[in-house]
């Protein structure tokens, strides 16, 4: 039988479990009522998320009733699990099965052997050169990018933090544009800055738990047959700010801005809403204006509580000002829907918070994505994203997934229009850095091209016009 006991003194809530409880692992958010600001339990790993959200490990089942009941605690939830919004795994059993087959009668030569995460290398000297693969871009010219780049190319004091699966940081149409956090000396072993992060010169893993957010992207046969982390947060960082005029590549929507690397999806398409928290702190607290975020769920889990640690955490960065540019979701399955009526919206970009800019994906036709969530209220605008054409891990560009064993996938998402979108908040803010977010949001929708597809299916009516936005 469990003996629960609480202990409520010098603002500490302490709980212990007896030696009988039920032994199975729990993962709780919890978050604590006002005047309490530590959590104890006996035999369970404490983490401090935030001023009133902690998170607990527990090594047995602990009652979400029994806390709730507790003066102390304000709510809690199960540490819920987020993922990537796009899944190239084969979904259909008899493919899959005869993929198997083929595979198992000529095995690939694979080497699936590890190496640490490269080192950060330096800034490099910047070159000059136009983009040769620019014109592969579909995305930036129907956006209307060199008409805007007229204006400004990006300040660099701007930064978008990607928060995704991390970003290749070797890359060399990246590499130029990134953050570089000049509070820190780099590899010294010492928080320079006491942000509670050592030697985080670009940003930091939180899956690792370690200062190089780099991009593991997984084996093509793994991500057919388990699904898994393609190169996802590179790709977004190069819609971003990938470097311009350096004769490299491609260029992002801002190409002179920054780029904050912050990782807490793993090279398996998962995270936990307790590194989401911390990525978005991390951002909110060391000076990002923008974030891309191409990721979230199919809804919150029936039964369970909400993810109301996660809504705190999109409103503390309202209440900093921190502009968030979220996926409208890729629908049930690949099929799009209605985040205004259905009973599952994709999350965080369904949340209400004003500062939350939700992006459907469009192709080079105007059309909304098969797969694309819409919603008149819930979504607001439409940007590219399928095909899309941008930078990949070990030095590559493509619009193209994997194209292996008769099957082949491209670059399809809403993952793939955010950065089109945080990019050009990131323009915007750059020539004009007086600005409140509510202006920008404001002229981002307000300078929307109308289109047929996006019309009744999104707060603007229309897609991303960043030549507009810049004379708005």
């Not at 006002?34 to 047995?60: C, D, N, Y």
């Not at 004769?247 to 398409?269: D, T």
């Not at 500062?355 to 105007?366: E, P, R």
């Not at 054409?389 to 590559?396: K, N, Y």
Request: aromatic share 8%; proline share 5%.
């Amino acid at each position: 039988m469990k003996k629960v006991a609480l202990y409520v003194g010098s603002a500490i809530l302490a709980l212990s479990i007896g030696a009988n409880g039920n032994s199975k692992k729990q993962d709780l958010l919890i978050k604590l009522a006002p005047g309490f600001t530590e959590f104890q339990m006996q035999g369970a790993k404490i983490e401090q998320l935030s001023e009133s959200w902690v998170r607990v490990q527990a090594p047995h089942t602990v009652s979400i009733q029994s806390l709730e009941k507790n003066p102390a605690v304000e709510f809690v939830q199960p540490n819920y699990k987020i993922k990537l919004l796009e899944d190239y795994s084969i979904q259909d059993s008899l493919r899959k099965a005869a993929l198997a087959k083929m595979l198992s009668r000529n095995p690939p030569v694979r080497n699936l052997a590890k190496a640490d995460n490269p080192a950060i290398p330096n800034a490099p000297q910047t070159t000059t050169g136009a983009d040769p693969l620019f014109a592969k871009q579909w995305g930036m010219l129907d956006i209307g990018v060199t008409d805007a780049w007229k204006k400004t190319k990006g300040n660099e004091e701007v930064v978008v933090a990607v928060i995704d699966t991390g970003v290749d940081y070797t890359h060399e149409d990246l590499l130029p544009n990134l953050w570089r956090n000049s509070a820190e000396t780099p590899n010294n072993g010492i928080d320079d800055d006491g942000n509670g992060y050592i030697d985080d010169e670009i940003g930091w893993d939180f899956v690792s738990n370690d200062n190089k957010p780099f991009d593991l992207a997984m084996d093509p046969i793994d991500i057919l047959f388990k699904g898994g982390n393609p190169g996802h947060g590179t790709h977004c960082a190069g819609n971003v700010a990938a470097r311009g005029d350096n004769g490299k590549g491609v260029a992002g929507v801002a190409p002179n801005v920054k780029i904050m690397s912050l990782r807490f999806i793993s090279e398996k398409g998962q995270g936990t809403t307790a590194d989401a928290i911390k990525a978005v702190r991390y951002a909110v607290d060391n000076g990002a204006k923008v974030m891309s975020n191409s990721w979230g769920s199919e809804g919150e889990e029936a039964g369970s509580p909400e993810n109301q640690a996660l809504r705190d955490t999109v409103q503390y960065a309202q209440d900093h000002g921190v502009l968030f540019v979220g996926a409208a979701g890729n629908g049930h399955k690949g099929v799009g829907y209605n985040n205004d009526t259905d009973a599952a919206p994709a999350y965080p970009a369904s949340y209400d918070h004003d500062i939350i800019i939700s992006v459907a994906a469009l192709d080079v036709n105007n059309n909304l994505g098969s797969f694309s969530n819409w919603g008149a209220k819930a979504v607001d605008i439409g940007a590219p994203g399928v095909k899309v054409f941008s930078t990949v891990v070990d030095q590559g560009y493509t619009d193209v997934v994997i194209d292996k064993f008769g099957f082949k996938a491209t670059w399809d998402g809403t993952s793939m229009a955010t950065p089109h979108v945080a990019g050009a908040a990131a323009l915007y803010w750059s020539a004009n850095p007086d600005k409140t977010w509510q202006e920008v949001k404001a002229a981002i929708l307000g300078s929307a091209k109308g289109i047929s597809a996006m019309n009744g299916k999104s707060v603007s009516g229309g897609k991303l016009d960043v030549k507009a936005l810049m004379n708005y």
